[in-house]
């Protein structure tokens, strides 16, 4: 229970003392018996003359004052305290205090009398635990309840938001716990139409409908409407609701039918036709035919005032580049255009229409051929030199930005193998079961690869010049139908010679090889031609490349080509072989027409597998090698196969003839040597 004092005068000279008082500790067991609040009791008093009250000794409670009371003048009657119920709130951590000049308690919450981590909270009773110490611990984070405060240690709520402003017009506010009150989707009241009348809005009842428009002329005869379509009243003269002998007129309604001019007869509407006066009566006109019969100019309407509209025209163009331009069709209306293709023609590009270009309205993206996605565009596509600098863009793992390894190849599309490499393993195909495979196709007819014979290990054998160096191997895939071309081209110093081996990996036999397909080059190239004997829709066929000697080694670009094919047949159809080459091929028996003049007649000589061929690039050596039969070459004038000018047989698989012609045709021919063999040739021209 708290302490109090109540008023009174302090004497400290004596209780003697006349105007004096003296201030007493109340008795608190005195004060319960009694039953008298603290904050109302006075202590008994000692009047100087003694009169008026018995003379009480001080109870045993009573304390000496304080060092901080004094004494203080009796000047005045004692004064009754205006707060006389006395000032205790029951809370024991408030001050409590009668502010005499106000006249009434005062109550204020004293922290200091709270316990570590209490604090003082009235509205609660007095101690309670801390909550909170600023507002930031009350925020729960919803603006939509409220901010949150701390009041006295305790999280107090907020008021809600009141979002809605009672407007309905533009739309209904909602609230959104982060961000607060959200304004609302405006109400579009206005639906477009014209006959209904203009919709509005009200703040209390939102949209409101309009009112329609008035379509009364006043004229009785007269069929009086609203026109959507033309967002305007119409008023149609209407010659039923005029009695016998009379006319609708629109502008003053039924008028007799008696006349003199036609002006008398003009009903006001251009729409039915030119009314006519015709012998005191009124004739009706022909009505007005609007439509032109062609759409693109947009749909002729008719106006009773004024005739014949005209319409809205279409607007086909769509804006978009892409899907070609638009056109309109009298009949038809708009039609769609025709799509661009954006071919520039130039292969080495590969060709697109991009929609997203042109700020989303298409235009033509002509890009250079990566067909590996190495960032490198192709050299060449096609068999066609392009600018990019990827000389095989179909490995994605070669390019002038690899690294050159020791593997055989040129990895960084410098003409050079393994360049700067103290290199000693073999290349990766270095043995014909790991031939490195090439494909083509129509869609990739021409394909270039990098290669080298250098530390190369495996010997094919040659048959056609050099000393027989290692070689390496591939294997070629192409559409059976068509003739192949291959050529190979060395680097600076690197003689390659082409061998043919067949149609798999066998026992090391060259069925047909090319070294120099020109005399003072060391370029290579070698033909395969297509054949009714090899089934299939695809070939595959193993070529080896090695060099002429144990110095012209190194690297080279292989190159393979698709050519339309030839038929096969004598002098009338023709292979060109002017560049020089050598060509295989797998013949069917056939009967020749052809008969050289050094057949060996007395040996029942017939010819077979006749073929034809021809050149104009200069005179040089003409070697054939045959398998099931002995070959015959004859040379014959450009332009008469008929007139032999060399002919060449030796009874043997193969024969060489000198030509000093600068062009003509060649035909090959033979004896059959081995019942049931498949004919098959080698056909080697070097000019």
């Known amino acids: 229970m708290k302490s109090v004092r109540a008023p009174a005068v302090l004497c400290v000279a004596a209780l003697s003392i006349a105007g004096c008082s003296l201030l007493v ?65 029951g809370v024991e951590c408030t001050d409590d205090r009668c502010n005499e000049a106000l006249g009434r308690c005062e109550f204020t919450a004293n922290p200091t009398r709270c316990a570590m981590g209490l604090v003082c909270n009235p509205a609660m009773g007095g101690c309670v635990a801390v909550a909170c110490t600023g ?9 939509c309840n409220g901010a949150e405060t701390c009041v006295m240690g305790r999280c107090q709520g907020g008021t809600a938001l009141a979002c809605d402003d009672g407007n309905a017009c533009n739309g209904a506010e909602t609230c959104d716990p982060r961000m607060g009150c959200q304004r609302g989707t405006a109400l579009t009241c206005d639906d477009g139409r014209f006959c209904n009348g203009t919709e509005t809005c009200d703040p209390a009842r939102g949209c409101v409908a309009g009112t329609a428009p008035t379509c009364a002329d006043t004229v009785a005869c007269t069929n009086d409407t609203c026109n959507e379509a033309t967002r305007r009243c119409e008023f149609v003269a209407d010659g039923t609701r005029c009695p016998m002998g009379q006319v609708c007129n629109v502008m003053t309604g039924c008028v007799t039918m008696g006349c003199t ?88 590009t590969s060709d697109a229409c991009d929609p997203a270009a042109n700020s989303g309205r298409g235009a033509c993206v002509n890009t250079a051929i990566d067909a590996d996605g190495d960032g490198f565009p192709a050299a060449n596509v096609g068999g066609m030199v392009c600018a990019g600098r990827d000389c095989n863009d179909g490995d994605r ?8 390894v020791c593997n055989g190849r040129d990895d960084n599309c410098n003409m050079m193998t393994d360049e700067g490499l103290m290199c000693t393993t073999p290349p990766p195909n270095d043995q014909c079961a790991a031939a490195e ?63 043919f081996a067949g149609a798999a990996c066998g026992a090391g036999a060259v069925l047909a090889c090319n070294d120099d397909q020109r005399n003072g080059t060391t370029a290579s190239r070698l033909w395969v031609r297509a054949s009714p004997i090899v089934g299939g829709a695809t070939r595959t066929v193993i070529v080896a490349v090695d060099s002429f000697n144990a110095m012209t080694v190194g690297a080279f670009t292989l190159t393979a080509t698709l050519q339309m094919p030839v038929a096969a047949g ?23 027409t052809i008969t050289g003049s050094c057949a060996p007649m007395g040996m029942g000589y017939t010819a077979r597998g006749e073929q034809g061929y021809v050149f104009s690039g200069g005179a040089g050596a003409i070697t054939g090698s045959a398998t099931g039969f002995f070959p015959m070459l004859t040379v014959r004038d450009a332009n008469n196969c008929g007139n032999e000018r060399n002919c060449a047989y030796n009874g043997m698989n193969s024969v060489t003839l000198m030509t000093a012609q600068t062009a003509g045709n ?14 098959q040739y080698a056909l080697e021209f070097k000019p």
């Open 25 to 89: 500790q109340p008795n608190e067991d005195r004060l319960r018996e009694g039953g008298v609040s603290d904050a109302g009791s006075r202590p008994d008093v000692l009047r100087p003359d003694g009169s008026g009250m018995d003379v009480i000794s001080p109870p045993p409670d009573v304390i000496e004052p304080p060092p901080d009371v004094i004494s203080l003048p009796d000047a005045t009657p004692d004064v009754q305290s205006t707060c006389p119920l006395g000032c205790n709130d």
């Open 135 to 143: 507002n930031g611990m009350c925020d729960d984070g919803n603006a």
């Open 261 to 348: 001019t036609a002006a008398q007869c003009d009903d006001g509407n251009m729409c039915n036709g030119a009314e006519q006066c015709n012998a005191g009566r009124c004739v009706a006109g022909t009505a007005l035919r609007c439509d032109d019969g062609n759409v693109c100019n947009g749909l002729e309407g008719c106006d009773a005032r004024m005739g014949c509209t005209t319409g809205a025209p279409l607007v086909c163009d769509d804006g978009l580049f892409c899907n070609g331009t638009e056109t309109c069709d009298r009949a038809r209306g708009c039609q769609p255009g025709v799509a661009q293709t954006c071919r520039d023609g130039n292969v080495c």
């Open 397 to 404: 793992a070669i390019n002038p930005g690899a690294m050159e």
């Open 437 to 499: 495979r090439v494909t083509l196709s129509t869609t990739s007819p021409t394909v270039t690869v990098m290669g080298t014979t250098l530390n190369a290990t495996s010997q094919l054998g040659s048959r056609c010049g050099g000393d027989g160096q290692p070689d390496v191997f591939y294997a070629i895939t192409f559409p059976a139908a068509a003739d192949l071309r291959i050529e190979a081209t060395g680097a600076m110093g690197v003689d390659p010679i082409l061998q």
């Open 570 to 592: 004598g002098c009338g159809t023709r292979f060109d072989v002017s560049s020089g080459g050598t060509v295989y091929h797998i013949v069917a028996p056939s009967v020749g």
């Open 666 to 679: 060649i035909v090959i021919d033979g004896v059959p040597n081995t019942a049931g063999a498949t004919y």
